[in-house]
């Protein structure tokens, strides 16, 4: 039997600065920019819309935010108040349904096709969710409801903040065709900018394309293009939440160009990795190294290997062998990254075995 589902997305608004500006009513009606110090070499976490009327944005240099919204209210998250409030929107949405993927701290999806209070209508739910998060935390969410996880997360974006999207089987072809190609989720920037460079700029142009055609271009992501832009998404709402990657990385009170201090940082990094794995009881194939250099420039290399790995030696070794392979002479860098993909969890005996006898013969002990 193919029933159609029922999927919500819900997505809260300016997160991070929505629980600071709740919690310090002064700053209300001000623009508020949640991340590093103004002027500072942080970044921006995320901002509220006030803030975005200026052109301030997560993930953005805070003195690029300084210099766009110089009045700006620059504050650090408060963590444990927006821990809180992520875990009150996360026990309502298991009132109406078990099947609940969260996505991140602030979204989540929620199939109700079958749903414990047994509503008929998504909609109705929706309009529940958002009225209890606001009334449990003061704090508005948007959501999207539709026939799957593609469209509702579309949804839940275009009526941002505070707003209420339905994407029915009827209106998603049309909704799909004037979308702009940069709100498709899953195509990137890089993604974008090549579209734009083939001529398609929104749903319609790409609905146009052979999957051959898409394929050529864009590989196996090409065929999900496709697929998408027809509204076909057969993903399931898991409740256990697949961890794609772990990394952290460092930006520095100064640029450095001492290569041993580079070394220095990145074994530290390696440690932290390694050891956050090894408490999660996976192991990972896949290593990438970013540097951002002095002028903003940013590269990142990646190295895969066959066996997976958790210790912090061979993190480090491999991460030591793409900088120095990777760093031009002189080189002024502001940040060094290390982070693990293509995730395994730890299995049998065997896995075991042949990792120890990888160590022993391949892994030179640095
Ligand atoms: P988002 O949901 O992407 O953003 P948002 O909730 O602030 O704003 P919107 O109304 O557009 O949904 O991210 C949720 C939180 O995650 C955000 O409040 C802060 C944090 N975050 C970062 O720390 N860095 C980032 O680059 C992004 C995108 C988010
Ligand atoms: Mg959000």
């Not at 940069?182 to 394309?209: Q, T, Y």
């Not at 060094?336 to 065997?350: A, C, T």
Request: proline fraction near 4%; glycine fraction near 6%; aromatic fraction near 8%.
């Amino acid at each position: 039997m193919n029933k159609t589902r029922k999927i919500i997305h819900v997505d809260m608004d300016a997160f991070f600065a929505a629980v600071y500006i709740r919690d310090h009513p002064e700053v209300k009606g001000k623009p508020v920019i949640c991340g590093g110090p103004a002027n500072s070499r942080g970044v921006v976490s995320t901002c509220n819309y006030e803030a975005r009327k200026f052109g301030v944005h997560s993930a953005m240099p805070s003195f690029k935010a300084y210099k766009l919204c110089p009045n700006g209210i620059f504050v650090k998250p408060e963590f444990d108040a927006i821990k809180e409030a992520s875990e009150i929107a996360k026990e309502i949405f298991y009132e109406y349904s078990d099947l609940v993927e969260p996505v991140s701290i602030d979204e989540a999806y929620i199939d109700v096709t079958e749903n414990k209070k047994s509503i008929a209508s998504a909609t109705q739910i929706a309009i529940e969710i958002r009225r209890k998060i606001f009334c449990k935390t003061k704090l508005t969410a948007s959501a999207g409801v539709s026939y799957n996880k593609f469209l509702a997360k579309i949804a839940s974006d275009m009526n941002k903040p505070d707003g209420l999207m339905v994407v029915t089987p009827l209106k998603a072809k049309q909704v799909l065709e004037e979308l702009p190609i940069g709100k498709f989720h899953g195509i990137g920037i890089k993604s974008e900018g090549k579209m734009n460079l083939l001529g398609i700029r929104n749903g319609r142009d790409l609905k146009e394309r052979t999957l051959k055609e898409l394929m050529k271009h864009f590989g196996k992501a090409g065929s999900y293009y496709y697929n998408i832009v027809r509204g076909i998404d057969n993903r399931e709402v898991t409740t256990k939440r697949i961890r794609k990657s772990l990394g952290h990385e460092r930006t520095f009170a100064k640029d450095i160009s001492d290569v041993s201090k580079m070394v220095e940082i990145l074994f530290k990094l390696a440690e932290k990795i390694s050891k956050q794995i090894q408490e999660r009881k996976f192991k990972a194939k896949t290593l990438t190294l970013k540097i951002k250099y002095a002028n903003f420039d940013v590269v990142s290399r990646s190295k895969t290997l066959d066996i997976p790995f958790d210790q912090d030696r061979v993190i480090n070794h491999l991460g030591k062998k793409m900088l120095l392979e990777t760093l031009g002479p002189k080189c002024k860098i502001r940040l060094l990254g290390l982070s693990v993909s293509n995730l395994v969890w730890e299995n049998d005996k065997k896995d075991k075995q042949e990792l120890f006898s990888f160590f022993k013969s391949e892994m030179p002990v640095i």
